[in-house]
């Protein structure tokens, strides 16, 4: 089957990650670049996000990766409009507050502000007391402590996609919404082609940016297991997302890692849980089979 087009690099996915990507290869110079979104750009995982902007993790590739991130976010507008494109993401940086209810917490949460101190993150650890006044609504019965940072805050999710997106396709990018991946196709190991309900793309990249709930979709097509690993960042949607019951089947799988603390996987944890993933997707493909 001929192509119908060719791209240097084809991304998976419409939401921020993708987005991003595109307008960020853009200014590496590398503009042939087609992004597929088989719904609307942002109406995946990033249109169900709050939009939360925070340096305050416990690990420090998560901070020094949000720092640099918030460093751009404060850009955003004059990196947009030397594309020509307005749009407000409305970033405020208000701080985060975050409530601690049992010493266990209390002690994880310090050991992560001992990381940001670190790095010259500048949160801090509040008494009931001091949390109260901040925010005197709070009701403080059972409050062990609080930590909060002013440095964090939020922003729209779907206005930092339209500009990433705007300012991409400004430069070139070409964006397919409503179109889906049917497949991968691959020969001696490498990517051939991508195929879509609009057309097959040539191409020897793809950029998997599907980090929400559709991302096993996405592998399906590859067979590169590793994928399954971003599973891990997705833990929150699956937990309010009225989705089948093979997805739930997934989450259980990882949630077991997961209280582990993913963040210190080890390689023999990575495998156990590709594994219970596995025998997840073959109990759905069996219940496909039997309807």
């Known amino acids: 089957m001929p192509s119908d087009e060719h791209a240097d690099v084809v991304i998976v996915g419409g939401g921020a990650v993708g987005a991003s990507t595109a307008y960020h290869l853009t200014e590496l110079g590398i503009r042939d670049v087609v992004v597929i979104e088989r719904d609307q750009l942002g109406s995946g995982s990033t249109g169900k996000a709050v939009g939360g902007v925070r340096l305050q993790f416990g690990d420090e590739v998560n901070i020094r990766t949000c720092r640099r991130a918030i460093a751009e976010l404060e850009r955003f507008p004059e990196m947009m409009a030397a594309c020509g494109v307005d749009v407000d993401i409305e970033l405020r940086r208000h701080g985060y507050l975050i409530l601690l209810d049992s010493a266990d917490d209390l002690s994880h949460f310090r050991a992560a502000l001992a990381v940001q101190h670190a790095l010259g993150v500048p949160s801090r650890e509040l008494t009931p007391a001091e949390a109260g006044a901040m925010v005197p609504q709070l009701h403080l019965d059972g409050l062990v402590a609080a930590t909060y940072c002013p440095a964090d805050g939020r922003l729209v999710p779907e206005a930092l996609v339209r500009g990433y997106a705007g300012a991409a396709a400004a430069r070139g990018v070409r964006v397919r919404q409503g179109c889906a991946v ?64 093979s997805v739930h089947d997934r989450y259980d799988a990882v949630e077991r890692i997961d ?13 156990e849980v590709a594994a219970d993933l596995d025998d997840a997707q073959e109990r759905e493909d069996e219940g496909t089979a039997r309807t």
């Open 182 to 245: 049917n497949g991968i196709r691959a020969s001696a190991g490498a990517i051939t082609a991508v195929e879509t309900t609009a057309g097959t793309i040539a191409t020897d990249t793809v950029v998997c940016a599907d980090c929400g709930v559709f991302v096993m979709d996405v592998a399906a097509h590859t067979r590169m297991h590793s994928i399954q690993s971003s599973w891990a960042w997705v833990l929150a949607i699956l937990k309010t997302t009225h989705i089948g019951p």
């Open 259 to 271: 209280r582990k603390k993913f963040d210190n996987w080890s390689a023999d944890a990575l495998a």
